[in-house]
């Protein structure tokens, strides 16, 4: 039932946003009831979960068809229906710019802008030992596993989503 306050509400938003005449109570009260009935697939006159995964499924479903077909008719250049290689390679976008920053700010121990070969033992060396708990030379599963728990502990949390 969560989704079909949350969907009213929003549709409400909606509704204000683009009202450019006043609309009365009963003309809103026919577009929740309509929405009702497309949520209510069975028509008993309730929505249960099921009802609302299987809408929320086809309308996300309607929508990824939609932005397939955008995406086609955008690749498509020559509008003959089909992809050549050349037109499919279109899929693939530019990669986001790559920063280098942490990188070299982890490895580049004397802050010279190169990482000779030394710098890189070192500090994957260091890494080593500090994955390696019982400092026997080996790095067991179990090492590795408490060091990634110890590094995600040691993470700040994300920002919160506003």
Known sequence: MGYLWISTAALLVLQQAAVTQPVPRAEYLKVMDGEFKQLDANGDGKVTAQEVTARQTQDERAQALA??????????????????????????????????????????????GVVTLVEHRTVMLATFDAIDADKDGVVTPAEMQAYQQRQRAAQPPPPAKR
């Open 67 to 112: 932005l397939n077909r955008k995406i086609f008719a955008q690749l498509d250049k020559d509008k003959n229906g089909s992809l050549s290689p050349e037109e499919f390679a279109g899929l693939v976008g530019n990669p986001p710019p790559v920063d280098p920053g942490p990188f070299m700010q982890r490895m580049d121990l004397d802050k010279d």
